[in-house]
């Protein structure tokens, strides 16, 4: 559809960021139930393999394995080499 207007790098670009922006979300707001949920399955972790859902730059991500770090003082996790912020954590279940 958009192909006629991509003749120029610059336009190319410009529609590819319009094209993000149009289709960003606004970051969902979690329950207090679920985040009790997902500070429970981090709490009680030993090994198994998760699913993480979470907010990046206007749309939800999901990454499946272990979990490599766990770090409470930074608030992050690590799985599959991807650093996560705990305050973009948006579900988190066991597969």
Known sequence: ??????????QEDFMTTM?????????P????DKAEE?????????GQNVAVQFFLAGSIKESRGEIQKI???YKFI??????ISFCDIVDAYEC
């Open 19 to 27: 094209h993000k922006k149009k289709n960003a979300i606004a970051k």
């Open 1 to 10: 559809k958009w192909a006629p207007y991509k003749s120029l790098c610059e």
């Open 78 to 83: 690590e799985m599959n080499d991807i650093r």
């Open 29 to 32: 707001h979690i329950s207090s």
């Open 38 to 46: 997902i500070n429970s399955l981090l709490t009680e972790y030993k």
């Open 71 to 73: 770090d409470t003082f």
